[in-house]
């Protein structure tokens, strides 16, 4: 065995595997530039569309930290992440709002092919050869990889993108369930003074309303409902346990409740800060990025701007999209938003007759920007968003206040939370129009007027900033998350090395 050799059996190498969506690819994506700066190689896995619109990202960004480390330069890091695909048979609008059904199915009975990509791409790059595989860090609803890391014989590494309540709320479904809580009916859905007070890791109490949406089905056989609770059950059946937290926030006790069957759990977030911290663009887009939202915050006020954005998945009714059309318009407030072609419920949206004549002086309508660029830019003031974990850990990552509108998921956790817990942020109450939930212009524009230029906004803003910096100690060497990285690389290592001495053994 020649030194190359020796090394590459000692060699930590990570198989990634994300759930297809832009927010759970980048903070796996985050994660794999980490491990690669701690001496990973990582393999890459994504279904084919998502794949395809990566490379395509990556070729937009020749300059990106993802670009560079993906790179025939070993002595730079580089050449230390492939990416991989994986058909699963749907068709590529198939994680639309609409077809998320479908998708969760299809991602289930991805173990065969998966394992069979795996052991066939082992040791067939010739230049770059990639050491044995350490360990499957998967996303914690790609079940797929259970019976994969047992066939392997390698280590499932569950990640969590979640915050450590909604990650505990998902992973405890089942005693849930057997307590009654879930599924959650319309009235407790609609009872603020109804408390869910039976999970552990000294979370907050929380309200039906904050469990995963999925769970107010009321029929026994809804697919989302099933299928969600199909992975619950399959989330305590890991190695390890990864958080995009940081304990500073929720607690180390709320982390280690994620560790139902004794292993490991830490803390390891925000994820995408340390890259962006230092400067390196460290984000993954789906969708092609308007750069020109920079040009246009640099013209703009101080802390003036109002930033609107509801994720890759959200969608509003064509009715509530002109409320907050005439909402912003109100405010008076400069506002940038993100307006995807499908955000009105599938199809583009139409707004009311005059609105962007009236608004063109403030205003700058985009289909997808640059979000790190665009919170962390000294313009911008506040962040209206669908509450996404991500959108959510980036907002106070970086000081911004949150106004949170929810629409599925985990996501009314996050805008509560935001409000009644960390008190970074309010949302919207709404009233009730023909059988939906709409909130009104004059609410859109009271409630960003009162979190812009009220003394209440001024304390949003103050606890975002101390969050804010809560978050960067985190990260930075010494930091609580970077040594809790650092401690899952060594636990990984230390794997290895047992591996390769009994290796040598056997072959003596």
Not at 179 to 208: D, F, M
Not at 240 to 250: A, K, M, R, S
Not at 398 to 412: K, N
Not at 477 to 483: A, K, N, R, V
Request: glycine share 6%.
């Amino acid at each position: 065995m020649n030194i190359e050799d020796e090394n590459l059996q000692c060699a930590l190498h990570a198989v990634i595997v994300p759930f297809p969506l832009q927010s759970h690819v980048n903070a796996l994506m985050n994660l794999a530039q980490l491990l690669v700066m701690r001496g990973f190689f990582i393999t890459f896995v994504n279904i084919e569309w998502i794949h395809k619109r990566i490379v395509g990202d990556s070729a937009r960004k020749a300059n990106s930290l993802i670009s560079l480390l993906s790179r025939g330069d070993r002595d730079h890091r580089g050449g230390r992440i492939r990416f991989l695909s994986i058909a699963d048979g749907l068709p590529p609008d198939h994680c639309s709002a609409s077809n998320f059904g479908d998708s969760f199915i299809a991602l289930q009975k991805l173990s065969p092919a998966l394992e069979h990509l795996l052991r066939s791409s082992s040791g067939n790059d010739e230049q770059y050869p990639f050491p044995a595989i350490t360990c499957i860090v998967t996303d914690c609803v790609m079940s797929c990889t259970e019976q994969v890391a047992t066939n392997m014989k390698v280590p499932r590494v569950i990640f969590w993108p979640l915050c450590a309540a909604s990650s505990i709320a998902q992973c405890y479904a089942t005693f849930l369930i057997s307590h009654g809580h879930i599924p959650v009916t319309i009235s407790e859905a609609n009872n603020p003074e109804k408390l869910i007070t039976c999970l552990p890791g000294n979370i907050p109490p929380l309200r039906p309303s904050d469990l995963n949406s999925l769970y107010r089905a009321q029929d026994p056989s809804d697919v989302l409902f099933n299928a969600l609770l199909y992975e619950s059950q399959k989330q305590s059946k890991g190695d390890y346990v990864l958080v995009n937290t940081f304990e500073e926030l929720e607690g180390r006790d709320a982390v280690t409740a994620l560790s139902l069957n004794g292993c490991p759990a830490l803390a390891i977030g925000p994820l995408f800060l340390p890259n962006f911290l230092q400067g390196r663009d460290s984000t993954t887009s789906l969708w092609e990025e308007d750069e020109s939202c920079q040009t246009w915050l640099d013209m703009q006020q101080p802390a003036s701007v109002i930033y609107v954005s509801f994720g890759s998945l959200a969608v509003k009714s064509q009715e509530q999209l002109e409320q907050l059309a005439l909402g912003l318009e109100g405010t008076g407030q400069p506002f940038l938003w993100v307006l995807r072609s499908d955000v009105a419920e599938g199809k583009p949206a139409v707004l009311p007759e005059g609105f962007e004549e009236r608004t063109k002086e403030r205003a700058l309508l985009v289909r997808w920007a640059p979000q790190l660029k665009v919170l962390s830019h000294t313009s911008v003031g506040l962040f209206l968003t669908h509450s996404g974990w991500n959108s959510t850990m980036e907002s106070m990552s970086l000081g911004v206040p949150i106004l949170g509108f929810p629409y599925s998921g985990d996501q009314f956790l996050n805008c509560r939370f935001a409000k009644d817990v960390w008190e970074i942020g309010l949302d919207f109450e709404g009233v009730d129009v023909d059988d939906q939930r709409v909130v009104p212009k004059e609410e859109v524009e009271d409630t960003v007027k009162r979190m812009m230029r009220s003394s209440q906004g001024k304390q949003l803003r103050e606890n975002a900033l101390k969050l804010k910096e809560c978050a960067t100690r985190a990260v930075l060497p010494g930091g609580s998350s970077f040594l809790n990285l650092n401690t899952f690389v060594e636990d990984m290592a230390r794997k290895v090395a047992a591996q390769s001495a009994q290796s040598k053994n056997e072959t003596k």
